[in-house]
């Protein structure tokens, strides 16, 4: 069997706290436990075009990405890091997985049709092929595993029917993978609106912790984050939706239970809560923030992207071509 666990995150702007609880830390966790995996992490710059993006942004987002996944922990060893758009067997496989999928099902993706009523104009055709373009990218290195956040769950089920599907009609050709989704900070909500995904390109930005903000402005936004009038830290996911957000931010990053974090904050009001949170999330961040300074400009960046590339296609390139042939295509 393959082993390979692999993820993709989009160059939309700079990463969240949602990113990072969400997915990133998680690479890093899985990386560290599972010693006999290759992991495939790239950055989806073809994604990302599916709304517009400023080319000159576009290109800094891809590298600052980049750092951003290295500082976050990601070790070098076993890491294959690549750039989406540099292996075209993305964009080409990514066809034919538009060829077997079917407009019902696409229609049914949550994903097109929140972000089809946020935008209402100038929806582009690539939004809606979106998930043919990610079950590509996943099928194309038969990753066993894909690390990702809830909002990415019904994504992922589709690339395991098309995959079923490709096998049933082409003969076995491709893993069916799954999804790892982590049980906490799957889905971390907007700190000004908690019935909200905090999202990178969200235009509201007070609810939404930018990994390269400054530290200062981080504890500020935590520190006037929505809560509720009962003043108490309980974690109530559906009456006090503020403060259970927060208590999962607080669990992910000091490893304490609801409880014990209940425990310790009995008879004391949202400001020591607050305080202190706002405090570990800026020292968690700042570490980060200290690395990325570091790699950013080192020549490591680009010596990643170029090995990360040539491995990527040496493997894509081969199943691209078993895949045209099973399809009949070309001479
Ligand atoms: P955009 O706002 O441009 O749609 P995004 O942040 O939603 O971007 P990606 O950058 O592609 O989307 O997300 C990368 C990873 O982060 C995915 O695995 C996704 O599930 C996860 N993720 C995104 N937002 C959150 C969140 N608020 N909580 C937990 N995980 C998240
Ligand atoms: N669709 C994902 C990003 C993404 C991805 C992938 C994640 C693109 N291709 C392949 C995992 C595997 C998102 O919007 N977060």
Redesign the pocket.
């Known amino acids: 069997m393959n082993k390979i666990v692999?993820?993709?995150?989009?160059p939309t702007g700079i990463p969240t706290l949602g990113n990072y609880l969400g997915?990133l830390k998680n690479f890093v966790k899985l990386q560290k436990e599972m010693e006999d995996y290759d992991f495939y992490i790239?950055i989806?710059d073809l994604?990302a075009i599916t709304v517009f993006q400023d080319p000159k942004e576009l290109k800094q987002n891809i590298k600052n990405l980049a750092a951003i996944y290295l500082a976050c922990g990601l070790t070098e060893e076993k890491l294959t890091l690549f750039v989406?758009s540099e292996v075209n067997e993305h964009a080409a496989l990514g066809y034919i997985m538009q060829s077997i999928s079917y407009l019902g099902e696409l229609e049914r993706m949550t994903?097109f049709k929140d972000k089809m009523q946020k935008q209402v104009q100038g929806v582009t055709s690539a939004l809606f092929t979106?998930?043919a373009?990610?079950a590509a990218?996943?099928l194309l290195y038969d990753?066993k595993y894909?690390?990702?956040?809830e909002?990415?769950k019904q994504?992922?089920e589709l690339?395991r029917d098309l995959a079923i599907r490709f096998n049933n009609r082409y003969g076995e050709t491709f893993t069916v993978p799954e999804g790892l989704i982590s049980e906490k900070g799957a889905r971390i909500m907007d700190l000004q609106d908690p019935s909200k995904k905090m999202d990178k390109s969200s235009e509201n930005g007070r609810g939404c912790i930018f990994l390269l903000e400054p530290l200062s402005s981080i504890k500020k936004k935590i520190k006037s984050a929505v809560t509720d009038s009962e003043a108490i830290v309980r974690y109530d996911q559906e009456n006090k939706p503020g403060i259970a957000n927060l208590m999962t931010i607080y669990s992910i990053i000091s490893g304490l239970s609801y409880s014990e974090i209940e425990s310790k904050y009995h008879g004391k009001g949202y400001g020591d809560f607050k305080k202190d949170l706002a405090d570990i999330v800026a020292d968690e961040i700042g570490v980060i923030q200290n690395r990325f300074q570091e790699i950013i400009n080192s020549k490591k960046l680009e010596e990643l992207f170029d090995q990360g590339r040539e491995k990527a296609k040496a493997y894509a390139s081969r199943k691209l071509q078993k895949v045209y042939k099973k399809v009949g295509l070309g001479r």
């Open positions: 692999l993820s993709g995150i989009k997915a790239f989806a994604h989406q994903q979106y998930p373009l990610m990218d996943i990753a894909v690390p990702v956040g909002d990415q994504h992922l690339t």
